[in-house]
């Protein structure tokens, strides 16, 4: 596998009046060039907080991260501004991360001029105008205004400013959840489109797992700051293992003619406070399968079938036909 991407044990705590949060609590993984990998999971769960750290827009507690071959878990400055040009992110409100009282032009021409890229405005312009063509912007709004768009195209404009830069890797954090459902379908063909084309990799985060289906190589389930089941994503939907996965999926809406109906699975009880956690699994409250053990030991994430990892005390037991 051509990794580009390796994360090992990454933890990234906050620090609180009551005592530490683990956001990311020892985080694993590896990204090959030209792939995506879809990270899922409910709000609070530490998915965005591990892009972020991934990007060091946040800075990681612990752990190590290597991109290109290169260790980047504790860069300076002027190395970080360099990788910089290389990973990117597209923000999930398109409106927000971009500045209002700047044109399409100059906010996807921004980052160009940061990074010194071209000498003469005819060339910045060029480009720019071949940004907004690569994600089905029209010409004739480089000096719109973002108000003057709908999401879609502000979601596009992000796309753009995201990719000014030739990027090998994106970090997309739930680009499509602010988007009506008839223009999100829109913008994943237009990232599929554009990884092919462009040999981009992707870190797709959503709550949504039907969003990341199609889009992702591979899946990987967080619950509390850590990584509860991972594997490619056709497998995931055959075969899931963990309880926590088994809610997710069955929380996907399913018209009514389909055959094959996942039962929902409600989940009750408190969720686990990620403030100095204790040594147990961190969905023991809301496990209907929890046993003592549960509540002493906390499940590792291990290998269960090829490239298929789960990390729960009794995955066989729950998954055994019998039961
Ligand atoms: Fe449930 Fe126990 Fe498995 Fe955790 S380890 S998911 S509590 S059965």
Redesign the pocket.
């Known amino acids: 596998m051509d990794t580009l991407l390796e994360v090992k044990d990454l933890k990234k705590y906050f620090k609180t009046p009551n005592g530490f949060l683990h956001a990311v609590d020892g985080v694993s993984f590896g990204l090959a060039r030209g792939t995506t990998l879809g990270v899922v999971g409910e709000s609070g769960c530490g998915k965005s907080t591990l892009g972020r750290v991934i990007l060091h827009l946040l800075e990681p507690t612990a752990g190590t991260m290597t991109f290109d071959g290169k260790d980047i878990s504790d860069i300076g400055k002027n190395e970080l501004k360099t990788i910089r040009q290389d990973m990117q992110m597209i923000f999930q409100d398109p409106y927000s991360s971009i500045n209002p009282r700047m044109t399409i032009g100059e906010i996807v021409g921004e980052p160009l001029i940061i990074y010194n890229k071209f000498q003469s405005s005819a060339d910045l312009n060029k480009r720019v105008n071949k940004l907004l063509e690569t994600v089905g912007i029209a010409q004739r709004l480089v000096n719109a205004y973002p108000h003057e768009l709908d999401g879609g195209r502000r979601q596009r404009v992000g796309i753009a400013r995201a990719l000014a830069l030739n990027p090998k890797f994106i970090v997309c954090d739930e680009p499509v959840s602010s988007l009506d459902v008839s223009i999100r379908a829109q913008i994943l063909n237009l990232m599929q489109d554009l990884q092919a084309e462009l040999g981009l990799t992707y870190l797709f985060i959503t709550h949504d797992l039907s969003v990341v289906r199609h889009i992702s190589d591979e899946i990987a389930v967080m619950y509390l700051g850590k990584i ?1 089941e991972k594997t490619e994503s056709k497998e995931l939907f055959r075969k899931h293992y ?3 996965t088994k809610a997710l999926l069955s929380a996907i809406p399913r018209p009514k003619v389909m055959k094959n109906k996942i039962k929902r699975v409600i989940l009750k009880g408190e969720i686990s406070s990620p403030i100095n956690p204790e040594e147990k ?4 409250p809301r ?5 003592e ?3 002493k030991s906390q ?1 590792e994430l291990r290998e269960v079938e090829r490239n298929h990892f789960v ?5 066989e037991e ?1 998954n055994s036909p019998c039961l």
């Open positions: 509860v963990h309880p926590y699994c961190r969905f023991f496990c209907i399968y929890a046993k053990t549960c509540g499940p990390a729960c005390h009794y995955y729950i």
